[in-house]
């Protein structure tokens, strides 16, 4: 299938368009999950803090007595890690975790003394390129920590530990993506739009180029003054002028030499007898073998048109017209 030249064009800035959404979609979507990640650290860096300064406040209140029991007894700071998890869109858990990993508080009760599940950090999803930190939010089941140290008397005494679930990550993703993708959707109509606007501007002196050289095919050698512009087509149409101006000329030279070689035919005494390819076929004889010899060497007695050809002489006019063309293969 062939394509015109404004059919190209309009393919072309569509495909162009399409690139262009398409980068900048992924680039926006890539800088999205960056800049959700790096929110999402900034609060879970909040809430550890406000959780961090609550345990302080318990464990300095709790000289002599087990550290980890004071921090479980205390309802303010149990009050702070159920109204975390239900304060953030993304939070799956909050607890807090001795050296060894053993769960001392957690927001549901049942899971206290039991060993705290590793889980990947969020912060190192930053570190990854945007497609493994997409793959990374878009798995399902992953949970990743936002975590702060705890100390006990300036000593390391366990840490504070935010679970992010990536399903809830998503919700959020979601959203703006989904009106990511429709402004994506909405800029193809529009730069095809664009692309039928600029396929018939820039096609519309092209097609009157088209014209023009129509015209002087017709021989009207008075073309090019209609294109105008100021670019590119001021230039091509100064040389189509002149383009025309030239062939004006040379018809009228070579109009002029044909009169004056026809005046200086029929100003000859002597009669001529024109020979040519077609000749050498009718008479039987290369054009150099022809050439200085008399009517009666060239053509017989008994040729066609050696009658003819004496009549033509005799009467100083063209005796074969409306006669049939002679076959040379009959002869």
């Keep these: 299938m062939r394509f015109g030249l404004k059919a190209k064009e309009i393919l072309a800035i569509t495909a162009f368009t399409f690139l262009v959404v398409a980068t900048t979609s992924l680039v926006h979507f890539s800088q999205l ?7 999402v650290l900034r609060q879970g860096d909040l809430i550890a803090k406000q959780i961090y300064s609550q345990s302080s406040r318990t464990l300095s209140r709790a000289a002599g007595r087990n550290p980890r029991e004071a921090l479980q007894q205390d309802p303010e700071l149990r009050g702070l890690l159920e109204a975390s998890v239900g304060y953030s869109p993304f939070l799956l858990y909050v607890l807090l ?7 001392i508080l957690h927001g549901e009760r049942g899971k206290e003394g039991s060993a705290a599940p590793a889980r990947p950090a969020l912060r190192d999803l930053l570190s990854l390129d945007p ?39 998503r919700r ?24 039928m606007g600029l396929a018939n501007l820039t096609l ?42 030239q062939l004006q000329s040379d018809r009228l030279r070579v109009l002029g030499e044909k009169a004056h070689l026809q005046q200086v035919v029929d100003q000859l005494e002597d009669g001529l007898i024109f020979f040519n390819k077609a000749a050498e076929a009718v008479v039987g004889k290369p054009m150099e073998q022809a050439g200085g010899s008399s009517l009666e060497e060239i053509l017989g007695p008994a040729h066609p048109l050696r009658s003819l050809a004496e009549r033509a002489l005799e009467q100083g006019a063209e005796v074969l017209s409306g006669l049939e063309r002679i076959d040379p293969s009959n002869h």
Aim: hydrophobic fraction near 35%; aromatic fraction near 8%.
């Design 33 to 39: 999950t960056r800049l959700t990640v790096e929110e």
């Design 97 to 103: 975790a001795d050296q060894s990993g053993r769960t």
């Design 172 to 195: 959020e993703l979601n959203d703006s993506l989904t009106r990511g993708l429709a402004l994506a959707g909405a800029a193809l109509p529009v730069g095809w739009l664009v692309a």
């Design 131 to 169: 497609f493994r930190r997409f793959s990374a939010l878009y798995q399902r089941g992953n949970v990743y920590e936002v975590r702060f140290p705890l100390s006990l008397n300036g000593q390391p005494f366990g840490s504070i530990r935010l679970g992010v679930s990536t399903s809830l990550l």
């Design 204 to 245: 519309k002196p092209i097609r009157r180029l088209t014209q023009e050289m129509e015209r002087l095919r017709r021989g009207e050698f008075e073309v090019g003054e209609d294109l105008g512009g100021e670019d590119e087509f001021k230039e091509l149409s100064s040389q189509l002028q002149l383009l025309g101006q």
